[in-house]
Structures are given as structure tokens and as C-alpha cells.
């Protein structure tokens, strides 16, 4: 089946395969934002970029070191706040889809909406915890599935 995660968690520039599956861990170690695991998943002609918390000095920091950012599926930086999502980070994930994880009605105002811009800017089909709810992203490595569960309960105004 795969091989399964060290104990100590996975180091920086390890990858391995689980069921067909290509793990990449691009970044990680540390007890900041930035220490955030980010994580490249391929399957097939299909791809993820999962970025943790990081915020806009690792983003920096990757697009510099030439790490292949190319993404269909973006899960963006530290739930889409005005600290991440740096123009050229975007556009080296070239991605389709970006996936906003954020709590509805969260006291941090997440996500901005110049995050938001930048995304729709580069045609990224956005979908966000807050507004879709739960949220799945599918691929059989050829095509993309997105579906969500839009949360019953309405947005409770401040």
C-alpha cells in the first residue's frame, strides 16, 4: 500500500508515493505560519497545492527556490488572508480551482477581498468553507470534481 509517514513528520524535499498518488512536501518545520507543511499531491495529469498557513516570505521564498507550484487545485495560504497570496506565487500555481478554508463570520475578516480579487483575476473557480461549506475536489487524474454541502444555517450578521 504505500509507505506510510515517518513518527517525526515528513522532512522538506521528501516525496513518496501512496496508491498512485505523488506526496511532495515543498515546506514545513517550524512553529510559525511559515513552518506550515506545504504539500504537492499529483495523480495522473491532475494536481494539488495544499499551503498550510504560510504566509507571503514563504511564498516569496518558494517561488524563488524554482519549486514546481503548478497546481489544477489550490487550497490557499492561511485562509485567505491579506498576508499571503502574493501575485507571483499565484501565478506559478497557474491553478483552476482555489479553495478557501475560513469560518463563517471569523473575526479575522477572512478571506480579504483583494485575496479574493487576485484569485478571480487569474480565472481561478473559487470556492470558499464560509459560503459552500464542506467542500470536495476529485480527480480520477484525468478530470476535476468539485462538489460542496452549503451549510443550512444563514450567516449570522455582526
Known amino acids: 500500500r504505500g ?3 515517518p513518527p517525526w513528520g515528513p522532512g522538506v524535499g521528501e516525496c513518496w508515493e501512496v496508491e498512485g498518488v505523488l506526496v511532495e512536501v515543498l515546506a514545513g518545520r517550524g512553529d510559525d505560519n ?21 504566509e507571503q516570505e514563504k511564498e516569496r521564498e518558494l517561488v524563488i527556490q524554482g ?4 497546481a489544477d487545485v489550490l487550497k490557499v495560504a492561511h485562509h485567505g488572508s491579506g498576508t499571503s497570496s502574493i501575485p507571483e506565487f499565484l ?3 497557474r491553478a483552476l480551482i482555489a479553495v478557501i478554508s475560513a469560518g463563517r463570520n471569523n473575526s479575522f475578516g477572512h ?10 483575476s487569474r480565472g ?16 480520477d487524474g484525468g478530470d476535476l470534481r468539485a462538489e460542496h454541502h452549503t451549510p443550512t ?3 449570522i450578521a455582526r
Open 34 to 54: 511559515n513552518g506550515s507543511l506545504v504539500i504537492r499531491l499529483s495523480f495522473g495529469r491532475r494536481s494539488f497545492l495544499l499551503t498550510g498557513d504560510i
Open 67 to 70: 519549486y514546481d507550484l503548478r
Open 3 to 5: 509507505a506510510a509517514l
Open 91 to 93: 501565478d506559478q500555481t
Open 124 to 139: 481561478m473557480e473559487i470556492y470558499e468553507t464560509a459560503r459552500h461549506g464542506a467542500i470536495t475536489i476529485s480527480t
Open 153 to 155: 444555517a444563514p450567516l
Open 111 to 120: 478571506p480579504k477581498s483583494e485575496v479574493v480579487a487576485r484569485l478571480r
